[in-house]
C-alpha cells in the first residue's frame, strides 16, 4: 500500500522560512516523478513543483520560483520543499503527490496537472502571517 506523510508545516512570520518533508513507503519511490501542491481555502489544488524520478529535473510554478527548492533523498524515500522568503499568499494546504507512471519523461507541463499524480498525501498546513 502506497503511502505519501507530509510533515514540517507551521505558522511562520512573512519573510520566514520552512522545510517541507514527505515520507513515501510502498512503492519504489525512486522510481517515480514527485510533485507538491497547495490548496487554499476556497481554492483550487495548485501546483507548486515538480521533481523528476532521478531528480536531476525540476520545475516550478512561477508564484514559487527563486524562493522555493525542491529536492529528493532517494535513499531515504523522501522529497522536501524548501520554502524561503516567504507571503502570505503562501498560506495552504501542502501536498505531496507522486506520478502515476514509472520511468516517464519528465515533462514539465504535464507535472502541472493533478490528474498526473495518483497517490497523495493527506497534507501539512503552512501558514504566514504579515
Known amino acids: 500500500q502506497v503511502q505519501l506523510v507530509e510533515s514540517g508545516g507551521g505558522l511562520v512570520q512573512a519573510g520566514g522560512s520552512l522545510r517541507l518533508s514527505c515520507a513515501a513507503s510502498g512503492r519504489t519511490f525512486s522510481n517515480y516523478n514527485m510533485g507538491w501542491f497547495r490548496q487554499a481555502p476556497g481554492q483550487e489544488r495548485e501546483f507548486v513543483a515538480a521533481i523528476s524520478w532521478s531528480g536531476r529535473s525540476t520545475y516550478y510554478a512561477n508564484s514559487v520560483k527563486g524562493r522555493f527548492t525542491i529536492a529528493r533523498d532517494n535513499a531515504k524515500n523522501l522529497v522536501y520543499l524548501q520554502m524561503n522568503s516567504l507571503k502570505p499568499e503562501d498560506t495552504a494546504v501542502y501536498y505531496c503527490?507522486?506520478?502515476?507512471?514509472?520511468?516517464?519523461?519528465?515533462?514539465?507541463?504535464?507535472?502541472?496537472?493533478?490528474?498526473?499524480?495518483?497517490?497523495w498525501g493527506q497534507g501539512t498546513q503552512v501558514t504566514v502571517s504579515s
Open positions: 503527490a507522486a506520478d502515476r507512471v514509472a520511468f516517464r519523461t519528465f515533462q514539465a507541463m504535464l507535472l502541472t496537472k493533478p490528474s498526473e499524480y495518483d497517490y
